[in-house]
């Protein structure tokens, strides 16, 4: 990844509390990090919005093609009958 050089003036009492958080090795590793949660957040809440919609439908509300609820059960009693004894989908790359 290269590396951008930023310049700009900041909050000098909220730059020194971030200073004393940690023993950042330099200004940039510590503003790397700020960056970093900044785009995890925002990468939360797009997400999360995401899944809005399953807030304002629920699992068992019917619709055309039946229910969500009533899919996951039907799902998780041939899963245990199979012998699978996780019942969630397999995520490549996920740690259970």
Known sequence: MGRQRVSTTVDGILLDRARH????????AMLDA?????????REAVIDAAYEAYDRHPLDEPDE??????????????R????????RPRTAGVPR
């Open 80 to 87: 245990q009958e199979a012998g699978v004894a996780d019942d």
């Open 65 to 78: 093609w039946g229910d969500l609820a009533s899919f996951h059960g039907a799902n998780r009693a041939a």
């Open 34 to 42: 700020a960056l970093e949660a900044l785009v995890a957040r925002y």
């Open 21 to 28: 958080l940690e023993p950042w090795p330099n200004d940039a």
